[in-house]
């Protein structure tokens, strides 16, 4: 990348442009201007070359504000398709909508609790889903104190707004994540593709998270041991400097073997593996002969808007899990209507994050939480403790006892 030169101007000064502004930096040629040209340089690279480099504070509009946040989110999350900087969109658009021609030093708690108010009437979103975008607001002015673009009392300000309170809104509230039962998975895993299957009994076995058994590499397998370790290099905490190690016992490293027959750099659970056997499987139940109609792979479209990638998502992987549960527990014949048939399909569908939760309320119960919490890689056992569902069994026993 080529720097902004030192330049010459027309009054003998020195200067130099940045974000088609100019500096004056005093006498050309002469060290105080050499340094004050070095200075802010030196300042607009630690900018990442915002284009609201240079705005006075008076100046600087919510617009520019958000392009540059925005900019800056791409840059340090990524742009994955489990990014942060996703996440970040729908908060960014309310504040657009409201307030972007609107300078931003003049964005405050009111300001905040209004597009709050946007955010919530957008859309059937429950409460905590629109506290998390408005905590993504309060991050965006605290970037910008952190950056000099705006003072830190309106960062400062806006901490001081409570999130919304649970019963004190109208907004609909998520249901807490619970266990599901293993008869529901064992009668799902029939309808599964196989290597869905085989990354749902995985993560049963281990407790791994969903974004976990989708990233695994045979290279981070260490098999030296009778369990064997997997070592996440990218991980929920790892931005905490936390190492997150997943336990394999017997039965999970049965499961993963066949996986590990590849480059150590190449993901084990391939939706493209998955397609592929799907298409044999198709082609094995074949009637018509190979002299009549299509040849395989002849019917493919050469440009398809949507391939099989090297790797499942969390997402993919939970559309995966609600299509085989769909198939698993159909509605009734005798239901037409498409509300309550809808309504059957989410009460019958569950998520592999519930897998999670069935493995630590198991674990917790039968080998104590500290145990859990560790194979589960939390750093608090309070942690695991939300995922773990209370015995009901023994708290009715130890009532019943009790008289």
């Known amino acids: 990348m080529r720097l902004p030169s030192y330049r010459k101007h027309s009054s003998g000064q020195a200067r130099v442009s940045l974000n088609g502004r100019d500096y004056l930096l005093g006498t050309y040629g002469t060290k105080e201007s050499k340094h004050k040209y070095n200075r802010l340089v030196a300042e ?45 969109k729908p908060a960014v658009a309310a504040m657009r909508s409201l307030y972007g021609t609107e300078p931003a030093a003049s964005y405050g708690p009111l300001q905040y609790k209004a597009t709050r108010e946007h955010i919530a009437r957008t859309g059937d979103r429950s409460r905590q889903y629109v506290n998390r975008l408005c905590d993504k607001i309060k991050r965006l002015f605290k970037w910008a104190a952190a ?75 260490d098999r030296s041991g009778d369990v064997w370790q997997v070592r996440l290099h990218e991980h929920k905490n790892a931005w905490r400097g936390k190492d997150r190690t997943i336990y394999v016992g017997k039965e999970a490293q049965e499961i993963l073997l066949p996986y590990l027959l590849r480059s150590k750099d190449v993901f084990c659970f391939s939706p493209k593996d998955s397609e592929r056997a799907r298409r044999n499987a198709l082609h094995e139940t074949r009637i018509t002969p190979l002299s009549c109609g299509n040849k395989p792979g002849s019917n493919r479209k050469r440009k398809p808007e949507r391939t099989a990638g090297y790797c499942y998502t969390t997402a993919s992987y939970g559309r995966a899990i609600q299509r085989g549960c769909d198939k698993a527990f159909p509605p009734p ?62 708290a009715i026993e130890a009532a019943r006892m009790m008289g």
């Open 147 to 221: 950056e000099s673009l705006l003072p830190a009392s309106i960062a400062e300000a806006l901490s001081m707004v409570d999130p919304l309170k649970e019963g004190r809104t109208n907004l609909r509230e998520t249901e807490e994540v619970q266990p599901v039962d293993e008869a529901v998975v064992v009668a799902t895993l029939e309808h599964l593709p196989r290597i869905v299957a085989d990354m749902v009994r995985f993560q049963l076995g281990t407790g791994c998270r969903p974004g976990e058994v989708c990233s695994i590499q045979p290279g981070m397998v």
């Open 333 to 394: 014949a005798t239901m037409k209507k498409k509300d309550a048939i809808k309504e059957w399909e989410t009460e019958h569908r569950w998520s592999p994050n519930q897998l999670r939760h069935t493995f630590a309320t198991t674990t917790s119960r039968d080998h104590g939480l500290e145990v859990a919490s560790i194979l589960l890689g939390h750093a608090k056992m309070d942690t695991t403790q939300i995922y773990a569902q209370a015995d009901k069994a023994k």
């Open 44 to 88: 607009w690279l630690a900018s990442n070359q915002s284009k609201s480099f240079g705005v006075p504070v008076e100046e600087l509009l919510i617009v520019e504000l958000l392009a540059a946040y925005t900019k800056y989110a791409k840059k340090y999350y990524g742009d994955g398709p489990e990014s942060e900087y996703h996440r970040i």
